[in-house]
């Protein structure tokens, strides 16, 4: 449930009742907290579960996703606390880190006017802290299973007085393969607690679940398998394998021009290569990928509460559950192999009624996909066009020349103007123009992370290699070493199953070295077509993902590919580090071609 719009009045059955707060046993203080967030009527997931929640039965809810689930879940939670209690009493646990931290912030706001403590506890943080804030008696505690795990066995986490426990996105949690982490930690829990289960969806995992866990519980069911995502304009563009992605989606931005987007990979490969080439052009754009730093992570969902990010680039297990106020986006860089997947990313937008766009690069690969949605979901996909060379580069040049007036007031230049002028009439005048222009966009981009605060892709990447994988010089010491019984779970690491937030592996297309991806887009000259040209005679049709490699630089680089890697080695032989920086390197060969 993100902030609401003080003008924005939802319509719509999933998002508007008959009912008010005031008209439910509510305390003043929840009310005040309420009308401070500027909420008055709940949503119909809101108006159907607070009544039953409140006398303690147990709920297993199925709604649409964006109809205000959250407060369903907390206002009655936390409306059966005492005030003052200091004793764990309600415990909600969350498939993703950012989503534990999203519902905890949730919840405090509405409980600003009572006296409840409430804690978030999940992975890629130190332990240590989050004892520290048990021992002061907490009474409400939003946690991943795994941390949760982490503190029961250290004993850090009291279970005896819990009388609620609530499962969000239940369904993802467990195809996330948390379903034996869940079960151990109800069965940890007092007989005769509350279990409020809250999913998109309901899966034989959740059906399982309930069966053995709750007591008649209260079914409530406000969608079905083949809803449809309402409020939402599908737009889909055919790509080819003539044409690299990343540029494609470049064109696409450049031509929609969308105000925000949550850019959807489904690979961390994908997702790191898009961050680094729309950074790389000058484009707001943030990484949210498993592989960051957990500080770096909450860093970049702070810019995006915050307004401060345009482009948030992320697989799926990253952005679960998350949720952004007004977000006029959401695209998808490859259609995810799980049409339900697609239902649930482009549920970012369109929330509470608001109308969103949900625009989709698609191409044989998942033709699967795409005719389930149509035909079982009946999404009615708007087929659009690239365009032609003349308009890309119109469009293109447009951006730029705007990035460069948005900076003019930043800097003096007109003692420069007699210099442009007498560059134009040199023979040389065009190649120095371009390479001010590239010092220019480096010196723009490093200026813009300045002033936010924000981190580039790459190096954020390196940042969070570096913490998970430290070279053997950088290794602690055995000795130094936390004991394992300290060291903190993967508790979002997802199983086989999950493969939507990890290195693809079989026929899937291995990531793009920094050579292929340079190769590729150097070789594109013109703008995408929206179905794939026939090769002239005697070309090699390269997959997406690589280049084709031909004559003796082809078969050098195959040599080089063979050659096997010492370890702490990156392509080609490098470091890690030092392959990331070669990477920034050809970003900027391969954008002054772009």
Known sequence: MSEPDPEWVPTGADYVSDRAFHDFPLSAELLRGLSDMGYRMPTPVQAATMEPALAGADLLVRAKTGTGKTAAFGIPLLERIANGRRKPSGLILAPTRELAQQI??????????????????????????????????????????GRILDHLGRRTLDPSNIGTIVLDEADEMLSMGFFEDVTRILDATPDGRQILLFSATISPDTERLSA??????????????????????????????????????????????????????????????VATFLDRQGLDAQLLSGELTQARRNAVM????????RFL???????????????????????????????????????????????????????????????VHEIPFQLREFPDAETAVRM??????????????????????????????????????????????????????????????????REGRGESAPRREERPRREERPRRDERPRRDERP??????????????????????????????????????????????NAPPHVSADTGAAGDAKKKRRRRRRKPGEGPEGNTPDAADDGAIDDFDALLSEA
């Open 212 to 273: 053995r866990y709750m007591r008649d519980p209260v079914s409530i069911r406000l969608s079905t398998d083949a809803d449809k995502v309402e409020n939402i304009t599908h737009v889909l563009y055919e790509t080819s394998t003539e044409f690299h992605k990343v540029r494609s989606l470049l064109y696409l931005l450049d031509l929609e021009n969308p105000t925000s987007a949550i850019i959807f990979c489904n690979t961390r490969e994908d997702a790191a290569t």
């Open 495 to 540: 199983p086989r199953s999950a493969r939507d937030d990890r290195p693809r592996r079989g026929n899937a297309a291995p990531p793009a070295s920094v050579d292929e991806l340079d190769a590729l887009l150097l070789s594109d000259d013109a703008a995408p077509a929206s179905a794939a040209p026939s090769a002239p005679a005697g070309a090699t």
């Open 396 to 461: 293109r040049v447009e951006r730029q020349a705007e990035q460069i007036r948005s900076a003019m007031g930043t800097m003096v230049f007109e003692a420069l103007l007699p210099t442009a002028r007498a560059l134009r009439e040199r023979p040389d005048g065009d190649q120095l123009v371009a390479a001010a222009l590239r010092a220019f966009f480096q010196w723009d981009r490093l200026r813009r992370a300045a002033a936010t605060d924000a981190l580039d892709p790459a190096a954020a990447l």
């Open 313 to 375: 680039v992320s697989t799926d297990v990253a952005s679960r559950g998350i949720d952004i106020s007004d977000l006029s986006h959401v695209i998808n860089y490859a259609l995810p192999p799980d049409p339900a997947v697609y239902l649930h990313r482009v549920g970012r937008t369109g929330r509470i009624g608001k109308h969103g766009t949900a625009i989709s690069l698609s191409g044989g690969a998942d033709l699967t996909t795409r005719k389930v949605l149509e035909t």
């Open 104 to 145: 905890a912030d949730e919840l405090t706001r509405i409980a600003q006017y009572r006296d409840l403590s409430i804690v978030a506890l999940y992975g890629g943080v130190a332990i240590g802290p989050q004892a520290d804030a048990l021992a002061q008696g907490p009474e409400v505690i939003v946690g991943t299973p």
């Open 302 to 309: 702070a810019r995006v509460k915050a307004g401060e990010v």
